[in-house]
């Protein structure tokens, strides 16, 4: 996959990375989370690592902190803002600690 440096680190990161607004914006059944899973897998196995979210996004920032948690291994985590301007960390992020941590 292709990448590029990070320009205040020089980590070479993946130019595409995987949005999760509406597809990850699901309940919490098995039923729904079983192609999430899926396509977390082949992400990761692909190459990629930056994964956006946002708890602007409904659901899918827990939904994707929770499948990460389940076993992904390292990725980055592009959290966006909330619309007052705060900085949230939601489980997506921990989640992704917690994984590179081991």
Do not use: H, K, N
Request: proline fraction near 5%.
């Amino acid at each position: 996959m292709l990448t590029r440096p990070i320009p205040s680190t020089g980590e070479d990161v993946p130019v595409i990375g995987l949005g999760t607004w509406r597809a990850f914006d699901v309940g919490t059944d098995e039923a729904a989370w079983r192609p999430l899973r899926e396509v977390l897998r082949l992400f990761v196995d692909a190459g990629g690592r930056i994964i956006d979210s946002s708890p602007m996004y409904g659901r899918a920032e827990m939904v994707t902190g929770d499948l990460l948690a389940r076993g992904a291994s390292a990725c980055l985590s592009c959290d966006q803002g909330m619309d007052d301007g705060s900085r949230a960390r939601g489980r997506a992020d921990t989640a992704i600690r917690q994984a590179v941590a081991g």
